[in-house]
């Protein structure tokens, strides 16, 4: 009797203890602030920004967002806008700016746990994120041709969602400087600083979810390099949940694969977080080849606020609504 003790009930505590010690004390860090992504939109001009609107989710929850009103009647169609890690609509100011210019009606949301919409950093199940896009589109109604355009964080959940079984909710998707996944060749350590992840704790709350343990989902497992005045406008950390779901699916490559929706990709040539000569080979490489932009001189942050690169963006959602 001792001795089935010994070798199974003594490991499976040892084990137990092992997971609870990774999920207690295996969090993230502070990174040191990142200077090329706080800093560039302290120039910004925030004036012309429209008000917030407001949408009720399926869970009554009301979310946030910006309309842009297109320059000519009838539009030339709609853009979805979904901004970067820790950011909110703001951030997609210029370029939700200019394709309205151009005569589409843009709208940038603030995603659920991003600035006006929920609690920051925290949504309650993975998977949410779809259904609040979903529930944006039922509220809304925008005009078609319709495309989503994801930044970083946000175009690693485009990609998601042009995998999903909604894709054809969009007629195409445009990538800006995506998170594909810390395993693709794209991916810079901690995103070039912008990033630090609880590795422990994610490993120990990926097996809890394995099981159907969901109890500790908004425990935090990403922290971002923010400034001390920009941590407290954004959102400086992301619980499991939210870190899960705004991001493509653990199988990325399947998800690349899946994606059957027009898809164009931009990135620029000097990107900090991404090593974006890799771009082009990731979707080629799973039968998937798609346009990739590579714009010479532009960063990360730049991707959204250099007048070349916007231009460059606006072509590509005009690509998009291209007649096939």
């Given at each position: 009797?001792?001795?089935?003790?010994?070798?199974?009930?003594?490991?499976?505590?040892?084990?137990?203890?092992?997971?609870?010690?990774?999920?207690?004390?295996?969090?993230?860090?502070?990174?040191?602030?990142?200077?090329?992504?706080?800093?560039?939109?302290?120039?910004?001009?925030?004036?012309?920004?429209?008000?917030?609107?407001?949408?009720?989710?399926?869970?009554?929850?009301?979310?946030?967002?910006?309309?842009?009103?297109?320059?000519?009647?009838?539009?030339?169609?709609?853009?979805?806008?979904?901004?970067?890690?820790?950011?909110?609509?703001?951030?997609?100011?210029v370029l939700a700016r200019s394709l309205a210019q151009v005569g589409y009606t843009?709208?940038?949301?603030?995603?659920?746990?991003?600035?006006?919409?929920?609690?920051?950093?925290?949504?309650?199940?993975?998977?949410?994120?779809?259904?609040?896009?979903?529930?944006?589109?039922?509220?809304?109604?925008?005009?078609?041709?319709?495309?989503?355009?994801?930044?970083?964080?946000?175009?690693?959940?485009?990609?998601?969602?042009?995998?999903?079984?909604?894709?054809?909710?969009?007629?195409?998707?445009?990538?800006?400087?995506?998170?594909?996944?810390?395993?693709?060749?794209?991916?810079?350590?901690?995103?070039?600083?912008?990033?630090?992840?609880?590795?422990?704790?994610?490993?120990?709350?990926?097996?809890?979810?394995?099981?159907?343990?969901?109890?500790?989902?908004?425990?935090?497992?990403?922290?971002?390099?923010?400034?001390?005045?920009?941590?407290?406008?954004?959102?400086?950390?992301?619980?499991?949940?939210?870190?899960?779901?705004?991001?493509?699916?653990?199988?990325?490559?399947?998800?690349?694969?899946?994606?059957?929706?027009?898809?164009?990709?931009?990135?620029?040539?000097?990107?900090?977080?991404?090593?974006?000569?890799?771009?082009?080979?990731?979707?080629?490489?799973?039968?998937?080849?798609?346009?990739?932009?590579?714009?010479?001189?532009v960063g990360h942050i730049g991707l959204t606020l250099d007048p070349a690169a916007?231009?460059?963006?606006?072509?590509?959602?005009?690509?998009?609504?291209?007649?096939?």
């Amino acid at each position: 009797m001792r001795r089935i003790l010994l070798f199974t009930v003594l490991p499976l505590c040892l084990l137990l203890a092992t997971l609870a010690a990774a999920i207690v004390f295996g969090g993230p860090g502070q990174p040191v602030p990142m200077p090329s992504i706080n800093d560039p939109f302290k120039t910004v001009d925030m004036r012309d920004l429209p008000v917030q609107h407001r949408f009720p989710a399926r869970d009554t929850t009301p979310l946030a967002f910006r309309r842009y009103a297109p320059a000519m009647d009838p539009p030339r169609g709609s853009v979805v806008l979904v901004h970067g890690s820790s950011a909110d609509s703001r951030s997609l100011h210029v370029l939700a700016r200019s394709l309205a210019q151009v005569g589409y009606t843009a709208y940038a949301l603030d995603m659920r746990g991003h600035g006006a919409s929920g609690t920051k950093g925290q949504i309650a199940y993975i998977g949410q994120l779809e259904d609040d896009v979903e529930d944006f589109l039922r509220a809304l109604q925008p005009q078609r041709p319709l495309t989503l355009v994801g930044f970083s964080a946000g175009g690693g959940f485009a990609l998601r969602f042009a995998a999903s079984k909604r894709q054809r909710l969009f007629d195409g998707y445009l990538l800006l400087s995506p998170f594909i996944s810390q395993d693709a060749p794209s991916y810079r350590p901690d995103s070039g600083g912008w990033v630090n992840v609880g590795v422990p704790r994610i490993v120990g709350l990926s097996l809890l979810n394995a099981v159907g343990v969901h109890a500790f989902d908004d425990l935090p497992v990403t922290r971002f390099a923010l400034n001390d005045t920009a941590r407290t406008m954004l959102t400086p950390e992301y619980s499991f949940a939210l870190a899960t779901n705004f991001r493509p699916q653990r199988d990325w490559r399947a998800s690349i694969r899946a994606a059957g929706q027009p898809m164009a990709l931009l990135a620029g040539q000097d990107d900090e977080a991404f090593r974006a000569d890799r771009f082009a080979a990731i979707f080629s490489d799973e039968g998937r080849p798609i346009p990739v932009t590579l714009l010479p001189g532009v960063g990360h942050i730049g991707l959204t606020l250099d007048p070349a690169a916007v231009a460059s963006a606006v072509a590509a959602v005009d690509w998009l609504n291209a007649p096939r």
